[in-house]
């Protein structure tokens, strides 16, 4: 039997060339999207999406696959598969599917899941693992019906930086001081400087050390391949970021940072990324030290800058315990789901079978 009341037309999206046609209908329906999620949000330009496109053909070691699904001439629902050839995580493929609000419960998203669940028996990938928002409920209804695993709760904080507690900052910063006989800081400006990549990529990969919860996954292997890559996306996405390092005088060892990211397409939000201290190194104030120097910068240099967002597991109370201090508060809660790809092949088949 057809999975679907209407006729749908699932094609995959490729970005070698672009066909401009395709890449327009795709803009107007991932808008679509994105309103539905975070109506705060200006939408994102027809030269973001081509940029991000065009961007995915740094990456080497990833391989993403993009279906389509339209009723016409009108795109209504996508499926993003996305594995990497790196050594670590070989068994995971990441999937993320979205469907208009008008076209779902017609089995469009079955439709869909087949072409990951394909891609993924291609790849000799085990387990699905993907996210859904309290903005779109919808979401995590559909993953329930498959019968998938939460596997990690968290959120997307935001900070207004209007309420920010400026004492609180100069608090942060003269509590550093006192360790500055011990650590300085220190600040990367555009690119990371190529003598110290590979201590770079050491150090990134303290976000090892997160909270994992019932997530099946390994830690993530950084590599100074890894980095650039990174950083030539960013710069043709147009995407500034901002570190702030923190060393270890005695040894010159690199113990810790934290870093920004802002888009001049959105100039009143910045995301805050990644911030670790070396465990070794903890207990001394440097991660509240480092965010708040950051934060003192903003200030300066960015004034139209408006809020802060930054995504924090429900279980990292060490980072939350920080955030909630600066004033971050919830945002949009998010699940992390996984969910065994044999499991999803037989679901399929029971759906095809009914």
């Not at 990833?62 to 050839?85: H, K, M, P, Y």
């Not at 900070?159 to 360790?179: H, I, K, P, R, Y």
């Amino acid at each position: 039997m057809t999975l679907t009341r209407r006729r749908f037309r699932l094609s995959r999206f490729n970005i070698d060339p672009l066909d401009e046609n395709e890449l327009e209908a795709y803009c107007s329906f991932s808008n679509t999207i994105r309103q539905e999620a975070q109506p705060e949000d200006p939408p994102r330009s027809l030269e973001s999406y081509r940029r991000n496109f065009e961007g995915w053909k740094l990456f080497d070691d990833v391989i993403f696959d993009l279906w389509l699904a339209r009723e016409g001439n009108l795109v209504v629902g996508d499926c993003l598969s996305r594995i990497t050839l790196r050594e670590d995580n070989r068994h995971l493929v990441f999937v993320s599917i979205s469907v208009l609000a008008p076209y779902r419960r017609e089995g469009l998203g079955r439709c869909l899941l087949k072409q990951a669940a394909s891609f993924a028996r291609a790849n000799d990938r085990t387990l699905m693992m993907g996210y859904t928002t309290d903005r779109v409920p919808s979401g995590a209804g559909f993953a329930r019906r498959l019968g998938a695993e939460a596997g990690q709760l968290s959120h997307t904080n935001q900070l207004v930086l209007a309420e920010l507690d400026c004492d609180l900052l100069e608090n942060w910063c003269a509590l550093g001081q006192s360790s500055a006989q011990e650590y300085r800081l220190g600040e990367w400006t555009s690119s990371y400087p190529e003598e110290e990549l590979e201590e770079i990529a050491a150090l990134q990969e303290t976000m090892n050390t997160e909270p994992r919860d019932d997530l099946q996954i390994e830690d993530e292997k950084i590599t100074p391949e890894m980095l650039r890559q990174y950083e030539e996306y960013n710069a043709r996405q147009g995407t500034e970021r901002w570190s702030l390092h923190a060393r270890h005088r005695v040894t010159g060892a690199l113990v810790g940072y934290t870093e920004v990211f802002w888009h001049p397409e959105t100039p009143q939000t910045l995301w805050q990324g990644d911030t670790a201290v070396v465990p070794s190194h903890r207990g001394h104030g440097l991660g509240k030290w480092l965010k708040a120097t950051m934060l003192r910068k903003v200030q300066a240099e960015r004034p139209q800058i408006l809020r802060i967002r930054t995504g924090n597991a429900d279980s990292n109370g060490a980072m939350l315990a920080i955030n909630h201090r600066l004033g971050f508060k919830p945002y949009i809660a998010e699940t992390v789901w996984q969910l065994g790809v044999d499991r999803v092949e037989r679901f399929l088949a029971g759906e095809q079978g009914s």
